[in-house]
């Protein structure tokens, strides 16, 4: 038996003499859903925990999940634990996520890894759209199998679909059996896990912000363990990425972790904070 579940989440922003926040507004179909609103870092950042509680995706599962902010808010959007696409028989299991962001609005994408198990036949697909004057940081985070489990990803495959429309677009099919992209030092060189950070704005980033946030994230990849498998580029002029390649999630993650934090700082002039659900 498949499953399909919908979110739409919106966020506004409410202003009057005493208060101005950042507001979440959520309806969903089936097992998908955010958690209560938390504002840890004040009313202009929404903190939201999506969730869905079966866990992961098989064949024939679609989870579509769209988010739209509004002029002047401010989302935060992280999960509890990892995607999980588990093996599939014949169909795909996709998960679909659509961001529009309006004008001088913010948001972070941060959701923990998406683990492509064995045998799955999966599609994960992320599509922001900007106006001008919005702003977007957000990551994108795989792991092939599980290495800590002796369980490596021998068969199957995941597309995946990265797209700012008319900006940006990246599109890859990994598949267990193509060992030339698995394993040759032009591919992932043997590694499983790959992750990609980015920083997009609606339209051309100033110079100097472009150079703060590449200073930024290579004074961080410099000091870190994988500065021989991470990089930082401008693919164009209007979004920065940071790419890495490692053997496992976590120092991966950390990494990421690290450059958002300093890219908080340099691009929005926010102190750094870290979601509190990232330590339990």
């Not at 499953?3 to 003499?17: G, K, V």
């Not at 209007?238 to 972790?257: G, K, N, S």
Request: proline content about 5%.
């Amino acid at each position: 038996m498949s499953w399909t579940a919908s979110l739409d989440l919106r966020y506004a922003f409410h202003q009057d003499s005493n208060l101005q926040r950042t507001v979440a507004h959520a309806n969903h179909v089936g097992p998908l859903r955010i958690l209560q609103s938390l504002y840890p870092e004040g009313d202009a950042v929404c903190h939201n925990v999506l969730v869905h509680p079966p866990g992961g995706l098989v064949g024939g599962d679609t989870l579509d999940i769209k988010i739209q902010t509004e002029t002047g808010s401010h989302g935060l959007i992280t999960t509890p634990g990892a995607t999980r696409f588990y093996r599939s028989e014949n169909e795909l299991a996709l998960q679909r996520t659509d961001i529009t962001l309006q004008d001088h609005s913010r948001l972070e994408w941060l959701p923990l890894e998406a683990i492509c198990y064995s045998g799955c036949l999966a599609e994960n697909r992320l599509t922001v759209q900007l106006a001008p004057s919005a702003e977007f940081m957000g990551w994108d985070i795989t792991a092939l199998g599980l290495p800590h489990a002796q369980q490596p990803f021998v068969t199957g495959h995941l597309q995946q679909h990265i797209e700012i429309p008319g900006v940006w677009l990246e599109r890859s099919l990994i598949a267990a059996k193509d060992s030339l992209l698995l394993e040759s030092p032009m591919g992932l060189a043997g590694m499983r896990c790959m992750a990609t950070l980015f920083f997009a704005s609606g339209s051309a980033l100033a110079r100097n912000r472009k150079e703060q946030a590449l200073e930024a994230a290579r004074r961080i990849i410099d000091k870190h363990s994988l500065a021989k498998t991470a990089g930082a580029s401008c693919p164009n002029s209007q979004v920065v990425v940071v790419r890495v390649i490692a053997a496992q999630v976590e120092p991966a993650m950390q990494l990421l972790r690290e450059i958002r934090l300093a890219w908080r700082e340099s691009l929005w002039e926010m102190e750094p904070h870290t979601p509190r659900i990232w330590a339990m």
